[in-house]
């Protein structure tokens, strides 16, 4: 099982102000639950095989739509990009990015693609048509 994952203290300060407040019964803690949907998406997990140490799967889950509908995830990752670290080193790899099938030679879209009847120096290699000659094809 892949290690939990937890925002840090510098994380948690930049997102906190950005969540709701609602009054009533105590609730789940925030950092936890949103530890958990990143955790969720970062390993690709389903919500049923989510931790328990992040809160009742049900709640991470209605956290997230709620979230959702709000629209705050933009938010939230402009602020967690705010206060990262610049990247030392990126590395791009085919695991990480898809590109269409035409981008790699697959088939899809037109082509140019030289003629099989010209050679090397562009000369037609067919049988020329007698109607350019007339009756009788010319003398060599």
């Known amino acids: 099982m892949a290690e939990l994952f937890w925002l840090n203290d510098v994380q948690w300060a930049a997102i906190e102000p950005l969540l709701p407040k609602l009054g009533g019964k105590p609730r789940v803690d925030d950092r936890r639950v949103l530890s ?82 010209r050679g090397v120096d562009g000369r037609p290699r067919s049988t020329p048509s007698r109607m350019t000659w007339g009756a009788s094809p010319p003398s060599s």
Request: hydrophobic fraction near 40%; charge should be positive.
């Open 36 to 117: 958990g949907i990143l955790h969720r998406f970062r390993e690709g997990l389903r919500w049923r095989a989510l931790p328990e140490a992040y809160g009742p799967r049900t709640t991470v889950f209605n956290r997230f739509n709620r979230w959702s509908q709000r629209g705050l995830w933009q938010e939230i990752f402009a602020a967690l990009v705010a206060c990262a670290d610049p990247p030392r080193i990126a590395m791009v790899d085919s695991t990480s990015v898809r590109a269409h099938r035409a981008a790699a030679g697959g088939k899809g879209g037109r082509k140019a693609r030289p003629s099989a009847g």
